[in-house]
């Protein structure tokens, strides 16, 4: 789907096609990592109870025992517009823009509502979510007769009729049966202010949000609206031929999350809005939007279009991470929208948090802060395995506790455990963090070293240590045997845990002493941990100079996808995902996907074999899988592949390329598989305990690159041209 006009710094679009509107919603999403909104029109009507609503970062509910959904919240932005008695909806749309800046986080929308009188009308939206202050929002409406005089109705508010619909973990399945998840909702208005709290039934977990209106000095006479669960007003306003009509609501969310008394706080928040006004709002996030992209932007010299969707990929990205809120992490939809029931995969330490780790360390921190906050439930998640240490689950909400419904994916998709090591790994290396070590990483690695001590079986035969029913990223290969992925993971977090044993014993003896204690250390455990390393099993064929996925991959039926697959709709939708576990076929990156992320550890003749055996095999039904083989693609030096699967992550929801950025919302992990295929694959840049190196490998689409990184606390700036790379530290 090419219907997006992509300049360097915006995104727009020219049609308001019914047909296109699920994608455009999608596509025109807004956050600022407190909350999300999909890229609705104000004045839209909703059809379902579960359309137009605001995301909160953390804020989840239980739809049942054990279960939770991310849950919808009430929609600020609603504007209901009626001109000369008929709502707007009725009106013919001429000369449609939508537009996305990205440098300021804007959403405006244009268009010419025309009656069968001739009368024309143009209307104007422009909303943000603050990146100044996370808990602000603003709306701005024009509206402007051009050809007559007459009268304008307008509504607004806060409305809170909204319902979940919860979705199925099952991708082949559609839900249609709605949640109510809030119960009574206490409504207030009055003159150009207003507001509601809502509470939720179950869990009484509260949301406030308060409105006030900007009229511009109109003087309109605003009379109050409360409805079940709409606060707001209305006024009647007669226009004239050429006059713009401008009326701003300016809105502050607050929730349980916040501390006590929400309602006060959006209730203050609300007046500080209204005294700095829409425009001064607007001065405040765009000063705030212009800082991150002082650290996050890349430069490029390349067609406009590149330019824009490596913006729109950063841009995204940063919008939907809780970057100052250490109690929360980044959905696989982001705030955006209730896929996934809104959870935290390993999505976030793979795919995403390497950008924030070379752009912004601190927010990066807050992510593995989360998983420190929930190390305690992933403890208890291991002893509800019979295992011990800590088990963190496939999918996780405002808990540790495990909220995958399927057993396969659920209980054997373990490496989740040890991606969160990798992370913590990479974040300490990286950065240097002495206190986050002491004080989380230390007890992090042990925990979950701990239970992989327990969950690889002895063979006394062999005197070898397998991993048994486990799933690798290649959710093809069904639960098998010694997934290479999972296994080498598991043994660098066994490592990791000695090291940071020793480390702590020598230079925090105290603080040693005390996590010890805590603990219930064993001195012992370190050789065991020393013990699985060695013994662990992984497969490698020395003639093939190939690592082997695991066990039984290479016993599987040969498929030839080409023979079945003829776009980049997952073959899931045709042939049954049992049958397909059967098939010598992956479903994204596996072994590629350990290469890429540990390129130290393998051969460059070890990284083509395996690019050659495993790229023709691999169907790319997962959006996670173009930008990883990019990546290696760049690293063994196929430049075609690169830039052929870069363009397929870099434009994965801009150009619709799965087929599925409508119905599901943006791809969140995808994004942050595009930022890694540019940086750590075209750039060539990394990062480990032998310093920074930087070898570039750019497609022809792309001259030259300029970026900033950080390392070890200091800022560093990175220039690529056709002779080569610069890397120089920046002055503090």
């Not at 250490?326 to 999505?347: E, N, Q, T, V």
């Not at 690293?635 to 075609?640: D, I, K, L």
Request: glycine share 8%; aromatic share 12%; proline share 4%.
């Amino acid at each position: 789907m090419k219907i997006l006009k992509i300049t360097p710094w915006t995104i727009g679009c020219a049609t308001d096609s019914e047909d296109t509107l699920d994608f455009r919603e999608s596509v025109f999403s807004q956050g600022n990592g407190y909350m999300g909104v999909r890229g609705y029109a104000p004045e839209g009507e909703k059809k379902h109870g579960f359309e137009r609503s605001t995301f909160l970062s953390g804020f989840f509910e239980y739809i049942k025992p054990g279960t939770t959904d991310m849950v919808n919240q009430p929609d600020f932005s609603v504007f209901r517009i009626a001109l000369n008695g008929s709502d707007v909806s009725a009106y013919t749309r001429t000369g449609y823009e939508e537009t996305l800046n990205l440098k300021d986080g804007t959403f405006t929308r244009r268009y010419i509502a025309a009656d069968e009188q001739g009368r024309r009308t143009k209307v104007e939206t422009i909303r943000f979510l603050s990146m100044d202050n996370v808990h602000t929002a603003a709306v701005r409406l024009r509206v402007t007769p051009e050809n007559y005089d007459g009268e304008l109705m307008l509504e607004t508010g806060i409305d809170g009729g909204v319902v979940n619909l919860p979705i199925s973990d099952d991708q082949l399945t559609q839900n249609v049966e709605v949640a109510q998840i809030w119960g009574p909702i206490a409504r207030h208005s009055s003159i150009k202010a207003g507001g509601l709290t809502a509470e939720t039934a179950y869990s009484k977990r509260t949301v406030s949000m308060e409105y006030r209106l900007d009229d511009h000095g109109g003087g309109y006479a605003w009379l109050p609206v409360l409805d079940k669960a709409f606060a707001g007003e209305k006024a009647v306003i007669p226009v004239q031929a050429g006059h713009t009509y401008t009326i701003d609501k300016l809105v502050a969310v607050y929730s349980y999350r916040d501390g006590t008394a929400p309602s006060q706080q959006a209730a203050h928040t609300a007046d500080v809005c209204r005294q700095r006004g829409f425009d001064g709002m607007l001065e405040d996030t765009a000063k705030a939007w212009e800082a991150l992209w002082r650290t996050a932007d890349v430069e490029m010299e390349a067609p406009d279009d590149w330019q824009g969707a490596v913006r729109y990929n950063i841009f995204q990205l940063i919008q939907t991470d809780p970057r100052s809120d250490p109690y929360a992490s980044i959905g696989a939809r982001g705030l955006m929208h209730g896929r996934y029931k809104g959870c935290y995969f390993w999505d976030t330490e793979i795919f995403m948090l390497p950008m924030f780790l070379h752009t912004d360390p601190q927010a990066a921190k807050n992510l593995l802060l989360y998983r420190y906050h929930t190390l305690k439930d992933a403890v208890d998640s291991a002893k509800g395995f019979s295992l011990p240490g800590a088990r963190y689950p496939w999918m996780a909400s405002d808990t540790g506790y495990e909220q995958c419904g399927t057993w396969d994916t659920g209980c054997c998709e373990i490496h989740i455990t040890a991606d969160i090591a990798y992370a913590v790994g990479r974040y300490l290396e990286l950065t240097g963090d002495d206190e986050f070590f002491r004080d989380c990483a230390a007890e992090m690695l042990i925990q979950t070293a701990r239970y992989w001590t327990e969950r690889f079986t002895y063979d006394p035969v062999e005197d070898r240590y397998n991993l048994l029913f486990v799933k690798g990223p290649d959710e093809y290969c069904g639960v098998t045997v010694n997934n290479l992925y999972t296994v080498w993971l598991a043994c660098e977090n066994l490592k990791a845990a000695r090291d940071a044993v020793t480390r702590m014993q020598k230079e925090y003896p105290q603080e040693w002493k005390a996590l010890a204690e805590k603990l219930a250390f064993r001195p012992e455990e370190p050789a065991a941990w020393a013990e699985r390393m060695d013994k662990a099993v992984r497969r490698y064929d020395e003639g093939r100079r190939l690592w082997i996925q695991d066990d039984t991959f290479e016993k599987l039926e040969p498929l030839n996808p080409a023979d079945y697959k003829e776009d980049d709709i997952p073959l899931y939708h045709k042939i049954s995902y049992d049958r397909l576990q059967r098939y010598q076929v992956l479903k994204q990156a596996d072994v590629l996907m350990l290469m890429a992320m540990c390129p130290g550890d393998f051969t460059m003749e070890q990284k083509q074999a395996a690019w050659a055996y495993y790229e023709p095999k691999t169907l790319h039904d997962s959006t996670l899988s173009f930008g990883i083989h990019a990546l290696m693609a760049a690293r063994v030096e196929q430049r075609e592949a690169a830039e052929r699967y870069f363009e397929k992550s870099l434009f994965l929801d801009l150009q619709d390329v799965m087929k599925n950025t409508a119905r599901e919302g943006i791809h969140t992990a995808a994004l942050g598989a595009t930022w890694q295929a540019l940086i750590f694959g075209f750039a060539g840049l990394w990062i480990d305990s032998d310093g920074i190196t930087c070898t570039p490998c750019l497609p022809k689409q792309i001259r030259k690159m300029r970026f900033h990184f950080a390392y070890l606390g200091r800022r560093y700036e990175v220039r690529i041209d056709e002779k080569g790379a610069v890397v120089e530290a920046l002055e503090e």
